[in-house]
Nanobody, 121 residues
Framework: EVQLVESGGGLVQAGGSLRLSCAAS????????IYWFRHAPGKEREGVSC????????SYSDSVKGRFTIARDNAKNMVYLQMNSLKPEDTAVYYC??????????????WGQGTQVTVSS
């Protein structure tokens, strides 16, 4: 069974930090790029970051660049999103998803169930 399971969300004050984790199983993790998306109420889903499958190249949306860091551990089938200097506008449900690469041109084959991040002002 394919699974992506997010964890690490919670309530934090503005300026604080959280680290999200995405645990993958049931597919060849090394073959997939992993995205982090977020979806806030009343807003469109936003692609936050992506890390490629093999060389670990990364990309970030302008809204999080310089504050968030994505990393992966292929030995553990894990992807992490370190979120620093959090702002109230970062409040959303965060999802990880798997795709062939980080080009944004391919469908996302697998999705997690999401983890809530709430940043208070």
């Amino acid at each position: 069974e394919v699974q992506l399971v997010e964890s690490g969300g919670g309530l934090v004050q503005a300026g604080g930090s959280l680290r999200l984790s995405c645990a993958a199983s049931g597919f060849t993790f090394d073959d997939y790029a992993i995205y982090w998306f977020r979806h806030a109420p009343g807003k469109e889903r936003e692609g936050v970051s992506c890390i490629s499958s093999r060389n670990g190249s990364t990309s970030y949306s302008d809204s999080v660049k310089g504050r968030f860091t994505i990393a992966r551990d292929n030995a553990k089938n894990m992807v992490y999103l370190q979120m620093n200097s959090l702002k109230p506008e970062d409040t959303a449900v965060y999802y990880c998803a798997a795709s062939i690469d980080c080009s944004g041109l391919h469908k996302h084959d697998y999705w997690g169930q999401g983890t809530q991040v709430t940043v208070s002002s």
